[in-house]
């Protein structure tokens, strides 16, 4: 198992009522298997999953990305800065 | 002058945007023109859906936006190489209208050596990688703005 840190920004963090999150997961785990593992533990999650932006320690990443141990995740939505 | 000894600001903060200072610290001897963009917090919007605002609360996922804003001006340097000093700074926290929010700002030796595009074009790659978000409170409530670009791997 292969320990992480999930932080939630914006609409994200709202949903899930909470900014950060640490959990156990398998060392092959992508980051669509955690989309899929976070919709079905937090229902609240579930629709955000859809559109959400991933970050692997602090870089853009996509769905098939292996989730490295003590990775720091970031989920947001689309940024709106400026 | 190697680009690495070049002066290259990029922070988000919760002080004041202090744009002399920061000028000052991107001009350098050689240096005849600056380009600046700021963003202000808009009180009345008339354009598409019209609307009032009170404020808006920015937010940031700080150690990533500031790398991020690094990589705007690293693509700057890339594409104008005659651009001296860079400025990019995003102020976070509850902001009201008519405060300013953000500021890029470019230095280069004159005004025709592509330094206004340079601004131009920091200020657009903020708005698509770096991670900063801003709830907007108004008069019927509030809402979190979503932009609409998604970045592409190596981004």
Known sequence: MNHIKLLFFATIRDRAGTKSLEMDIPANMTIQDLKDRLSTDYPNLKDSMKSVLITINREYAFDEAVVPANAEIGMFPPVSGG | ?155
Not at chain 2, 92 to 114: M, Q
Request: aromatic letters at 8%.
């Open chain 2, 1 to 155: 002058m190697e680009s690495s000894n070049l002066p290259t600001i990029y922070s988000i903060t919760e002080s004041e945007i202090d744009l002399n200072e920061l000028l000052a610290k991107i001009t350098l001897v050689s240096t005849g023109a600056a380009a600046i963009f700021t963003g202000m917090v808009r009180g009345v919007t008339s354009r598409g859906d019209a609307h009032e605002t009170e404020f808006l609360e920015y937010e940031s996922y700080i150690p990533m936006a500031e790398a991020k804003m690094k990589q705007v001006a690293d693509e700057i340097r890339e594409k104008w190489p005659v651009i001296e000093g860079i400025a990019i700074v995003q102020r976070i926290g509850k902001l009201y209208p008519k405060t300013p929010t953000v500021l890029i700002a470019c230095t280069a030796a004159h005004r025709d050596t592509g330094v206004f595009e340079a601004a131009r074009y920091g200020i657009d790659r903020l708005k698509e990688i770096v991670p900063v978000w801003k709830k907007e409170v108004g008069p019927n409530g509030e809402e979190w703005v979503e932009g609409d670009y998604i970045p592409k791997p190596g981004e």
